[in-house]
């Protein structure tokens, strides 16, 4: 199986400021045939199920507020929230659905305010 | 507006089997577009895949569960069904069923249901 971690476990940033999630496939998530990252990311907040934030690395879900982004390639991923709302607390997964493989989640990271 | 609800016991005994039901509303599950799935998640842990139905019946799931899940469709219904045979406590889980992005399998879940926590408990 791909394993999926993510770093760091927790952070707290101030409102308005910048929060960065990162994420590490154990082996590429690239498929060069056609030009895309097999990797998606998640927000879940308390008593909610996931919800779809950016699929192929980067491009974001309808209705996601553009301060998600999401970049990356091969292993190494990052979610950025350029400007953190209070809304924005949640617990952020990183997901890996590269063909032929089970689909396999990252621990998670939970985001606080400072 | 797509919506998906699972149902179920909410209290299973060990060894028993879990047997849960996804109604999809607001759309076809007869679509040949999309596949449908199953997520779990431990209380206060991570998501973990555990299968994914098409209408037509065929399925994928985590090796990491074995023979133990059964994952089937009834189109007539719109819904999909999870067995999940002979449990233990690390059974115990919030489980989640979803739908998985256009055409793909594996692939992303871009919507999914509330989720109904599941006991493993004599």
């Known amino acids: 199986d791909i394993v999926m971690t993510q770093s760091p476990d927790s952070l707290a940033v101030s409102l308005g400021e910048r929060a960065t999630i990162n994420c590490k496939s154990s082996?590429?998530?690239?498929?060069?045939?056609?030009?895309?990252?097999?990797l998606a990311w998640y927000q879940q907040k308390p008593g909610q199920p996931p919800k779809l934030l950016i699929y192929w690395a980067s491009t974001r879900e309808s209705g996601v507020p553009d301060r998600f982004s999401g970049s990356g390639s091969g292993t190494d991923f990052t979610l950025t929230i350029s400007s953190l709302q209070a809304e924005d607390v949640a617990v952020y997964y990183c997901q890996q659905y590269y063909s032929n493989f089970p689909t396999t989640f990252g621990p998670g990271t939970k985001v606080e305010i400072k | 507006q797509l919506q998906l609800q699972e149902s179920g016991p909410g209290l299973v005994k060990p060894s028993e089997t879990l047997s849960l039901t996804c109604t999809v509303s607001g759309g076809s599950i007869s679509s040949s577009t999309y596949y449908w799935g199953w997520i779990r998640q431990p209380p206060g842990k991570g998501l973990e895949w555990i299968g994914n139905?098409?209408?037509?019946?065929?399925?994928y799931h985590n090796p990491s569960l074995k023979s133990r899940v059964t994952i089937s469709v009834d189109t007539s219904k719109n819904q999909f069904s999870l067995n999940l045979s002979s449990v233990t406590a690390a059974d115990t889980a919030v489980f989640y069923c979803?739908?998985?992005?256009?055409?793909?399998?594996?692939?992303?879940?871009?919507?999914w249901g509330q989720g109904t926590l599941v006991t493993v408990s004599s």
């Open positions: 139905i098409y209408y037509d019946g065929t399925t």
């Open positions: 979803a739908r998985l992005g256009k055409w793909l399998q594996p692939s992303y879940f871009d919507y």
């Open positions: 082996q590429s998530l690239f498929f060069s045939s056609i030009n895309k990252n097999y």
